[in-house]
Nanobody, 114 residues
Framework: QVQLVESGGGLVQPGGSLRLSCAAS????????MGWYRQDPGKQRELVAT???????NYADSVKGRFTISRDNADNTVYLQMNSVKPEDTAVYYC????????WGQGTQVTVSS
């Protein structure tokens, strides 16, 4: 089993920055890919960004050039640096770990508003 705990969400103004963190614990050796997804009420959960243990990254087109995913394998933590945020980035952001199984964090709310 893998446990994921997100932190760093909150209220940010348009054009501002925010950094999300996700700490993994438990059977860390099961994890191959970690990532961030987001979900608005009434919409499907969508991919934001993923990163492999080797550091290969993948981004949704809507966040390319604005968001950066990174991973600290020593601390088993994945980060999402969000820059130049827009109101449409408002959502609950979920951390995900995939390997032998798929694991989700509890989610953290990000609200972009003036």
């Amino acid at each position: 089993q893998v446990q994921l705990v997100e932190s760093g969400g909150g209220l940010v103004q348009p054009g501002g920055s925010l950094r999300l963190s996700c700490a993994a614990s438990g059977s860390i050796f099961l994890i191959a890919v970690m990532g961030w997804y987001r979900q608005d009420p009434g919409k499907q959960r969508e991919l934001v960004a993923t990163i492999t243990t080797q550091g290969s990254t993948n981004y949704a087109d809507s966040v390319k050039g604005r968001f950066t995913i990174s991973r600290d394998n020593a601390d088993n933590t994945v980060y999402l640096q969000m820059n130049s945020v827009k109101p449409e980035d408002t959502a609950v952001y979920y951390c995900n770990a995939q390997g032998v199984g798929s694991y989700w964090g509890q989610g953290t709310q990000v609200t972009v508003s003036s």
